[in-house]
């Protein structure tokens, strides 16, 4: 479970990126607060690293300008927020464009990034209701939300619940969803010669 850290004032951006410690430990920031993550599980890692490769190989193959960095932060324009996503896909070719990168690893700008990729964990309620407004709101073009475990609410999930993987699309400003289970194939609006099906994400934690 994540944990806000004790702060007597919320911080803004600037402050939490200066006071950010290289202990290993990974935080954000919502709203001015500092939120320390859960420490992330085999399964999860299991996950990310399956699809880093994937990605990985399909946009090389596609030529693409893309890379994934080993860390860095979304932040929502005019927000108090700053995100590190489990994968963030960047176009390098617009990084020129990003005033916080070179000092700070920090994307502001939705055309730098073609994918985010968020695997849920017990703090399921941020990927599905903070961190979807914000980067719809932000413009961000396509947002994963990999529910492994089904660990989400069955108002995103379904009832009874069970491993889910939702693909939000922006479309005339607002997210589509669109969701997958089992053997659907994924269809990625990003990466749309990826073939891989929901229960072969789902299975590189087994």
């Keep these: ?22 202990t290993g430990i990974r935080y954000e920031l919502h709203d001015g607060v500092i939120i320390e993550m859960t420490p992330p599980v085999g399964d999860h890692e299991e996950i990310i690293g399956f699809l880093v490769e994937e990605i990985v190989t399909e946009y090389k193959g596609l030529k693409l300008p893309y890379f994934i960095p080993k860390t860095a932060f979304i932040k929502p324009p005019n927000s108090k927020s700053a ?6 896909l960047l176009n390098r070719s617009n990084l020129v464009n990003e005033p ?7 994307i502001s700008e939705s ?8 695997i849920v964990s017990t703090n399921w309620r941020d990927d599905y209701h903070k961190k979807l407004a914000d980067y719809e709101e932000m413009g961000i073009v396509e947002y994963w939300i ?4 089904a660990f989400g609410g069955r108002a995103f999930i379904g009832n009874p619940k069970q491993p889910t ?11 589509q969803v669109s969701q997958f289970r089992n053997n659907d194939l994924i269809i990625s609006p990003s990466l749309p010669e990826l073939s891989l099906t929901a229960n072969q994400i789902f299975q590189a934690g087994v």
């Design 111 to 118: 055309a730098s990034v073609p994918l985010v990729v968020e």
């Design 83 to 88: 995100y590190s996503p489990d994968i963030l």
């Design 100 to 106: 916080l990168w070179k000092k700070q690893s920090t």
């Design 1 to 22: 479970m994540v944990q806000a850290l004790p702060q007597t004032k919320l911080v803004s951006f600037e402050e939490f990126i200066e006071w950010y410690p290289n």
């Design 146 to 149: 990999v529910d492994y475990a």
């Design 165 to 175: 993987i939702s693909i939000y699309q922006l479309i005339d400003e607002e997210y």
